[in-house]
């Protein structure tokens, strides 16, 4: 595989990672507390700013993690069963995400055990510092990591193929591609837009980004599939 | 100020509690706030929008805190349409 096009992959994995909605749900309430509670626009900005922090840092630690176990499993080539098992995930989670992603009802709550979703809007609640917002960013990733695991699987298999300095390159923009939805959200919440507006326009075109993300990843899979796996048994017979 | 009113926690897995009117004013105003309402106009609708939910509960023993919740966002909606719409998103972002 070229490094443009394993960059591709990864960037690809990342928009899909960017339109799943807990973490940008998680935004949208932390700052509707802190605007809520009659702080200052520069404390709604501290907040917010700490929480995509703390979104960021969690995705790279996920991304170069599953890459460290992956490249000492199996060196800079994993086997083709490994590559299976990714596309395999990738095809699972995309149509578990056009089924299940977001409940039958009203408003965006995704599917995510409630527990989790009761516990992050307690910590929403609770939060006073950008450290706990840093945190909360932190613990939105891990929330919604049944889903965003095939993505990082998938980019996790191509990075450890790369030359170590694209690696780092190839993780970095897996982060900052991954961070877009929540950065626009920020950006609006930083112009002074009313957090209505926004939740409307969530609220929807949530079926749009159910099926572009459970799409995304089907593509995604049917790709590295062909790239992968059919071009390295064809290729060797 | 607290009615005699029994509030039945959403979905009954946490304990009732009393009515607290501070409680419902103050997320009357916090959705008002989150979404740029001045803070003098937001405290007069949360003391409308809290004045008539109060009327509602009159005669009534318990109530679920959906059913104030319902009744709030309807009297808000008259209002402050946006302040409405945040305030039934509450529950149903996550």
Known sequence: MT?????????????????????????????????????SQAKVLRMTTSFVFGAGVMTLLLLSFTSLVLLHLFGSHAPLAVWAIGCGLLFGVGVAVWLFYYRREKG????????IAEYLHERIKATQRSAEAFSLGMTSVLGELIFIIAPIIISALVLIQLPALWQLAGIALYAVI????????????????????????????????????????????????????LGSTIGGL | MSLAIDI??????????????????????????????????????????STS??????????????????????????????????????RITI
């Open chain 2, 53 to 90: 939910v109060i009327s509602w509960l009159e005669n009534k023993p318990e109530v679920t805190s959906q059913d104030v919740r319902r009744i709030a966002s309807k009297h808000l909606r008259t209002h402050h349409p946006d302040a409405a719409y945040i305030y039934e998103q509450h």
């Open chain 1, 3 to 39: 490094i443009a096009s394993s960059l591709a992959i990864v960037a690809l994995a990342a928009l899909i990672h960017a339109s799943f909605q807990l973490s940008v749900s998680v935004l949208t309430l932390l700052s509707g507390h802190v605007i809520g509670a009659k702080k």
């Open chain 1, 108 to 115: 965006t709550s995704i599917w995510i055990p409630r527990p």
């Open chain 1, 178 to 229: 991954s961070l877009l939805s929540l950065v626009i959200i920020w950006v609006l919440i930083g112009s002074g837009h009313k957090l209505s507006r926004i939740q409307e326009w969530r609220e929807s075109n949530k079926y749009f980004l159910q099926y572009a993300a459970g799409g995304g990843l089907l593509i995604l899979g049917f790709f590295v599939y062909v790239y992968e796996i």
């Open chain 2, 8 to 49: 039945i926690k959403h979905g009954g897995r946490r304990a009732s509690e009393s009515f607290s009117q501070e409680k419902l004013h103050a997320s009357i105003l916090a959705a008002c706030l989150s979404v740029r309402t001045p803070v003098g106009q937001a405290e007069a609708i949360a003391r409308a929008v």
